[in-house]
C-alpha cells in the first residue's frame, strides 16, 4: 500500500509505516479492550486496563515522534496531542463512559510540542481544545487577530491573567 504523503513543496515523502497496518492493529485492540472491560466493576482491575490502554497510546505517540525525528522534522514540527474527553472509571457509578460534567471527563491530556523547543513546561492554566487552532496557526505565523474562539495557548503561558473556560456539550 501507498503510505506517502504529498510534501509542502511537492515532493512525496513516506512516515516509514504503513498506516492501514497500524489502524488495523488499533481497532483489534480496542475491541479486545471492550471485550476485556464488558461487566467490570472492580475500580483497580478497570484502572490497570485503562493503564494499559494509554500505555499503548504512549507506544504510538512515541513511535510517531521517533519517525519526525528520523527524518530531522523535530525542529520545524509542532506535535499536538490532545483527548476528546475523560473517562469515569466507576465514578459517581459510570463504567467507561463519558458522561456528565465530573472532573474525570471534563479534565483531559493537552501536551504541545513547539517547533524547535528542548524542554518541556507545564503550565497549569485553564485550557480548553478550542485554544489548540490559534495555537497552531501561531505557531505556523498566521495571524487569527480574533477571529477564532479560543485564545493561543502560548499567549495564554506568557499571561498572567487568569480565565474561565466553558464547557459545551451537543
Known amino acids: 500500500p501507498d503510505n506517502s504523503l504529498e510534501g509542502s513543496i511537492g515532493e ?12 488495523k492493529q488499533d481497532l483489534a485492540l480496542r475491541i479486545e479492550y471492550v471485550k476485556q472491560i464488558a461487566g467490570v ?4 482491575y478497570a484502572e490497570f486496563l485503562y493503564q494499559a490502554a494509554v500505555a ?3 507506544q504510538l505517540v512515541e513511535n510517531l515522534v521517533a519517525e519526525i525525528a528520523r527524518y530531522e522534522w523535530l525542529g ?8 476528546d474527553h475523560g473517562e ?3 465514578e459517581h457509578e459510570h463504567w467507561y463512559n463519558h458522561v456528565g460534567l465530573y472532573g474525570e471527563v471534563l479534565r483531559v491530556p493537552l501536551i ?11 503550565v497549569s492554566k485553564l485550557a480548553w481544545t478550542l485554544d489548540l487552532a490559534p495555537t497552531l496557526l501561531e505557531l505556523a505565523g498566521v495571524r487569527t487577530e480574533g477571529e ?6 502560548l499567549e495564554l503561558a506568557r499571561s498572567s491573567a487568569e480565565r474561565r473556560v466553558w464547557f459545551e456539550h451537543a
Do not use: W
Request: overall charge negative; cysteine-free.
Open 41 to 44: 466493576d472492580n475500580k483497580a
Open 112 to 122: 504541545l510540542h513547539p517547533p524547535g523547543r528542548t524542554r518541556g513546561e507545564r
Open 56 to 58: 499503548y497510546e504512549d
Open 148 to 153: 477564532l474562539r479560543g485564545q493561543s495557548l
Open 88 to 90: 469515569s472509571l466507576g
Open 76 to 83: 520545524d514540527t509542532a506535535v499536538a496531542i490532545v483527548a
Open 12 to 23: 512525496s515523502f513516506s512516515l516509514g509505516f504503513d498506516r492501514v497496518d497500524i489502524l
